[in-house]
């Protein structure tokens, strides 16, 4: 059963960076695409990031040329880089693996504020 557990989060002014680490176990890190999702307070989840096995990258519109997502398969750990922090990228951000349905972590929580 895939376990994931996310950490770097925190509280940060506008314009601040945040790495987060998502490490992963109980899987073949290696042959899964991970992703990461945010949930702003009072919205619903949405998706931030994704990196294919083979490290191909995909972002939502808010966060392109901004966020940068990558992964270390020898350390089974997925990681976000964010940079030019804003207000409105506060949220809970948690990592899975789409195609394990369920597999969420307990998620980081990101507060951009002054």
């Known amino acids: 059963q895939v376990q994931l557990v996310e950490s770097g989060g925190g509280l940060v002014q506008p314009g601040g960076s945040l790495r987060l680490s998502c490490a992963a176990s109980g899987i073949i890190f290696n042959i899964y695409n991970m992703a990461w999702y945010r949930q702003p307070p009072g919205k619903q989840r949405e998706l931030v990031a994704f990196i294919t096995v083979s490290g191909n990258t995909n972002y939502a519109d808010s966060a392109k040329g901004r966020f940068t997502i990558s992964r270390d398969n020898a350390k089974n750990t997925v990681y976000l880089q964010m940079n030019s922090l804003k207000p409105e990228d506060t949220a809970v951000y948690y990592c899975?693996?789409?195609?394990?349905?369920?597999?969420w972590g307990p998620g980081t929580q990101v507060t951009v504020s002054s």
């Open positions: 899975t693996v789409p195609r394990l349905s369920g597999s």
